[in-house]
């Protein structure tokens, strides 16, 4: 891998756990969109999936994976950071206390939906991926995202809704709205597979090195 796509590696990922983030803060703003109530978060978080599926075509699978267990860890780590902040003493008045505690303290069946729902979404993605890439080649890469994206967002919300509330009564409501929303946006974000370049083999042949192989002198060497 060059330089250049290193760099572009480096912010595609960036841009992964940053949307992951954005989607997330952004579930606090309800909007109407197309005829559905949904909130702010079906704007941000389909981006992820074409994210992931750049991340995939720059570096290959094995990263892609990493990528969003990374990104799983992190969205964790933050929002056990706001329930610690959410528990001590502001500088406000109380009214103004309890409403933050209220907005950063998360609920945890909720939370733990949302990363169940996610990780397994975007490894089912990543699989998805990369069967049309063994089909196809470098040909029809739209596909490749149009395809993973249709599959695994809708995954993703179901698991969500079944995890967070069981199946309920006006489940499928929940869902369809949703769903269409962000299959909009997932399908708004196609062109930017194109921005990136295909990976080269150096990352198929560094998947198979594992931390326990001993250093080659001679293969050092030729290099």
Do not use: C
Request: proline share 4%.
């Amino acid at each position: 891998m060059s330089i250049r796509n290193l760099h572009i590696l480096i912010l595609v990922s960036v841009a992964y756990v940053a949307a992951q983030l954005v989607a997330d803060i952004s579930s606090l703003r309800d909007l109407a969109l197309f005829g559905f109530g949904v909130s702010a978060f079906s704007i941000a978080y389909p981006l992820t999936f074409t994210l992931r599926d750049m991340a995939h075509k720059l570096a290959g699978p094995h990263v892609a994976r990493t990528l969003i267990f990374a990104a799983a860890a992190i969205y964790l780590i933050v929002q056990a950071f706001f329930a610690i902040i959410a528990g001590m003493t502001p500088e406000m008045t109380p009214d103004e206390s309890v409403a933050l505690g209220k907005l950063l303290s998360p609920e945890w069946r909720f939370l733990l939906a949302a990363v169940v729902a996610s990780v397994v979404s975007q490894l089912v993605d990543t699989e998805i991926y990369a069967r049309w890439l063994d089909r196809f080649g470098g040909e029809r890469q739209w596909g490749r995202v149009l395809v993973s994206n249709a599959i695994s967002i809708p995954l993703d919300r179901i698991l969500f809704l079944l995890i967070a509330l069981g199946a309920t009564e006006g489940i499928a409501e929940a869902f369809i709205g949703t769903t269409i929303v962000r299959l909009v946006f997932g399908i708004v974000s196609i062109p930017g597979i194109y921005l990136v370049e295909e990976h080269s083999q150096d990352w198929a042949k560094m998947s198979g090195i594992t931390h326990s192989d001993p250093p080659s002198f001679s293969h050092a060497k030729n290099h």
